[in-house]
């Protein structure tokens, strides 16, 4: 009889854990050196890169995987045209592994890409896909790879920086998933480097290209520059080979913090962004707008400001009283800081989803009077997820904040942020979290204190988070944790693929890792 109620207590101690969705682990097997980027094919078959020894005599690492298991291995090897070049970067392109580099000489800079086979050796010779002059007393530029979603096209962007009062030039070449080069072009805007920041580069499904720009006016000789105070206006430019399409976005007296761009076949252009108010710092709320870039006409917009009882529903009774006697001296509502557009997705009905999470780093540095020795702490904060829906027809259906806290220091965060898919009318985050934020039963405990992500074998939960699409209702669970997996999930490397709605998971423990497949259904 003690031994059957001993065994009621056992089970019933244990905590129960969310199985929404069915996740297929592989082993736990050796890795070799640090993930930098997962690459998938399908299923259980990708690719991976990763950085393998010291920050000085290290080098990049490529493994071919299948059903999970390594089956191939090799050191990539940085060259091309026969001499030493730069890595800037992988992907799969048309289902081949593709490295890209550069090299500078001859007074120009190059950018190759280089087919890689399964057995992880290069196949041929490197190709060049595109060059540009390096003018004499002027940056020397950078490169960079565009993708579109449906991964129907590739793109090689590069950017030369102009002096303080000169524009910055930029180029591309487009090319769809066969290696055909669909467009290329050269140009500069119309306006000084200094005086702009460029937000997104984006390849749409139909291999146009756009980017997003943020205008801002000259400060002052006694003002300092800031970005809230010097805000003018936001520019979506349209290249092609001939022309500079500007399609100039007024929001009438307030300013884009930042902003995440999506098309469709036709050419329908969705931005949606965060907004703050003209001259003050923080974030006000949220805005969309849906325009036809062909015809140069907005076909609606909309407004969403942050209420107050919204922005302060997690903050402590202390902080609470300090933002109302800052309000009593006038000293301005509650406000968001440091949010950042993470994903936006139209979908299928022409709605739009969208997600940003607070993001932010702390450095604080310390010398020693003894010695002078200086040291230097980075912390770094990944904290509440703000998701929304936009309607069909216009307007914010809802707006919901997903509690949590992430801080780690010295490393970059790699166990913080989250994973985001869609599914079944669902829109779902997985993160890491801490077990005491959830009940026995898994259950996210509502009202109570949120405690910090823990990334111990005894604290740590995986969480997540079901919003209904249809009324923004969140159901929060546990979905599995540490022990169950024997190591610790990477959700900044989770990637995602709708073409076969799988979402390809990456854990860690120690030197070991794991690999794992959610599938879904959408």
Same mark, same amino acid.
């Given at each position: 009889? #003690? @031994?059957?109620?001993?065994?009621?207590?056992?089970?019933?101690?244990?905590?129960?854990?969310?199985?929404?969705?069915?996740?297929?682990? &592989?082993?736990?097997?050796?890795?070799? &050196?640090?993930?930098?980027?997962?690459?998938?094919?399908?299923?259980?078959?990708?690719?991976?890169?990763?950085?393998? !020894?010291?920050?000085?005599?290290?080098?990049?690492?490529?493994?071919?995987?299948?059903? @999970?298991?390594?089956?191939?291995? /090799?050191?990539?090897?940085?060259?091309?045209?026969? /001499?030493?070049?730069?890595?800037?970067?992988?992907?799969?392109?048309?289902?081949?592994?593709?490295?890209?580099?550069?090299?500078?000489?001859? !007074?120009?800079?190059?950018?190759?890409?280089?087919?890689?086979?399964?057995?992880?050796? +290069?196949?041929?010779?490197?190709?060049?896909?595109?060059?540009?002059?390096?003018?004499?007393?002027?940056?020397?530029?950078?490169?960079?790879?565009?993708?579109? #979603?449906?991964?129907? @096209?590739?793109?090689?962007?590069?950017?030369? *920086?102009?002096?303080?009062?000169?524009?910055?030039?930029?180029?591309?070449?487009?090319?769809?998933?066969?290696?055909?080069?669909?467009?290329?072009?050269?140009?500069?805007? +119309?306006?000084?480097?200094?005086?702009?920041?460029?937000?997104?580069?984006?390849?749409?499904?139909?291999?146009?290209?756009?980017? =997003?720009?943020?205008?801002?006016?000259? +400060?002052?000789?006694?003002?300092?520059?800031?970005?809230?105070? %010097?805000?003018?206006?936001?520019?979506?430019?349209?290249?092609?080979?001939?022309?500079?399409?500007?399609?100039?976005?007024?929001?009438? &007296?307030?300013?884009?913090?930042?902003?995440?761009?999506?098309?469709?076949?036709?050419?329908?252009?969705?931005?949606?962004?965060?907004?703050?108010?003209?001259?003050?710092?923080?974030?006000?709320?949220?805005?969309?707008?849906?325009? %036809?870039?062909?015809?140069?006409?907005?076909?609606?917009?909309?407004?969403?400001?942050?209420?107050?009882?919204?922005?302060?529903?997690?903050?402590?009774?202390?902080?609470?009283?300090?933002?109302?006697?800052?309000?009593?001296?006038?000293? /301005?509502? *509650?406000?968001?800081?440091?949010?950042?557009?993470?994903?936006?997705?139209?979908?299928?009905?022409?709605?739009?989803?969208?997600?940003?999470?607070?993001?932010?780093?702390?450095? %604080?540095?310390?010398?020693?009077?003894?010695?002078?020795?200086?040291?230097?702490?980075?912390?770094?904060?990944?904290?509440?997820?703000?998701?929304?829906? $936009?309607?069909?027809?216009?307007?914010?259906?809802?707006?919901?904040?997903?509690?949590?806290?992430?801080?780690?220091?010295?490393?970059?965060? *790699?166990?913080?942020?989250?994973?985001?898919?869609?599914?079944?009318?669902?829109?779902?985050?997985?993160?890491?979290?801490?077990?005491?934020?959830?009940?026995?039963?898994?259950?996210?405990?509502?009202?109570?204190?949120?405690?910090?992500?823990?990334?111990?074998?005894?604290? =740590? $939960?995986?969480?997540?988070?079901?919003?209904?699409?249809?009324?923004?209702?969140?159901?929060? =669970?546990?979905?599995?944790?540490?022990?169950?997996? =024997?190591?610790?999930?990477? +959700?900044?490397?989770?990637?995602?693929?709708?073409?076969?709605?799988?979402?390809?998971?990456?854990?860690?423990? /120690?030197?070991?890792?794991?690999?794992?497949?959610?599938?879904?259904?959408?």
């Amino acid at each position: 009889m #003690r @031994f059957a109620v001993l065994l009621i207590f056992v089970i019933t101690s244990l905590r129960i854990f969310s199985q929404s969705y069915n996740v297929k682990w &592989g082993e736990l097997e050796k890795g070799n &050196g640090r993930m930098i980027s997962v690459l998938p094919k399908t299923g259980e078959d990708f690719y991976a890169l990763r950085w393998s !020894g010291g920050a000085l005599m290290g080098s990049y690492r490529l493994s071919n995987h299948e059903n @999970f298991k390594i089956t191939a291995t /090799g050191k990539l090897q940085i060259k091309a045209d026969g /001499g030493m070049a730069n890595f800037e970067g992988a992907q799969v392109i048309g289902k081949k592994l593709m490295v890209f580099l550069s090299d500078k000489k001859e !007074g120009k800079n190059h950018f190759f890409m280089q087919e890689y086979g399964s057995d992880m050796l +290069p196949k041929g010779n490197a190709v060049e896909l595109a060059n540009y002059e390096l003018e004499k007393g002027k940056s020397k530029g950078s490169f960079d790879i565009i993708v579109s #979603r449906d991964k129907a @096209f590739f793109g090689v962007i590069w950017e030369i *920086p102009g002096k303080k009062e000169e524009k910055d030039r930029y180029g591309f070449k487009i090319f769809d998933n066969e290696m055909n080069e669909v467009s290329d072009g050269d140009y500069k805007l +119309p306006f000084v480097g200094k005086l702009s920041m460029i937000n997104q580069h984006y390849l749409s499904n139909t291999g146009d290209y756009f980017i =997003n720009v943020i205008e801002y006016e000259e +400060p002052t000789e006694k003002k300092l520059f800031k970005s809230y105070l %010097n805000y003018k206006a936001m520019h979506i430019f349209h290249i092609t080979p001939d022309d500079l399409v500007d399609f100039t976005i007024n929001l009438e &007296g307030k300013r884009v913090e930042a902003v995440t761009m999506n098309s469709d076949n036709d050419k329908l252009f969705t931005l949606t962004g965060i907004y703050g108010d003209q001259g003050k710092a923080g974030v006000t709320g949220l805005f969309f707008l849906r325009a %036809n870039f062909d015809k140069q006409e907005i076909i609606d917009e909309g407004f969403e400001k942050f209420g107050k009882d919204f922005i302060t529903q997690d903050w402590s009774d202390r902080q609470k009283e300090k933002a109302e006697k800052r309000e009593k001296k006038g000293k /301005g509502e *509650p406000q968001l800081y440091n949010y950042q557009m993470r994903q936006t997705e139209v979908l299928k009905d022409g709605s739009i989803i969208g997600s940003m999470e607070q993001y932010y780093i702390v450095v %604080n540095s310390y010398t020693d009077p003894k010695t002078g020795m200086t040291r230097t702490t980075y912390t770094y904060y990944y904290n509440d997820i703000v998701a929304f829906k $936009v309607g069909v027809d216009g307007g914010f259906e809802w707006l919901k904040k997903i509690n949590k806290y992430q801080v780690s220091t010295n490393d970059g965060g *790699p166990y913080s942020s989250y994973a985001r898919f869609i599914d079944n009318g669902k829109l779902c985050f997985i993160f890491n979290d801490h077990v005491k934020n959830y009940d026995l039963s898994g259950k996210f405990i509502v009202g109570e204190k949120t405690y910090p992500a823990n990334f111990g074998k005894k604290k =740590n $939960v995986v969480a997540i988070v079901e919003i209904d699409l249809e009324n923004g209702d969140i159901n929060r =669970n546990t979905f599995f944790d540490r022990n169950e997996i =024997n190591a610790l999930a990477v +959700p900044k490397l989770f990637k995602i693929d709708y073409s076969t709605n799988e979402m390809l998971l990456y854990a860690v423990y /120690g030197k070991k890792e794991r690999f794992g497949i959610l599938k879904f259904n959408e």
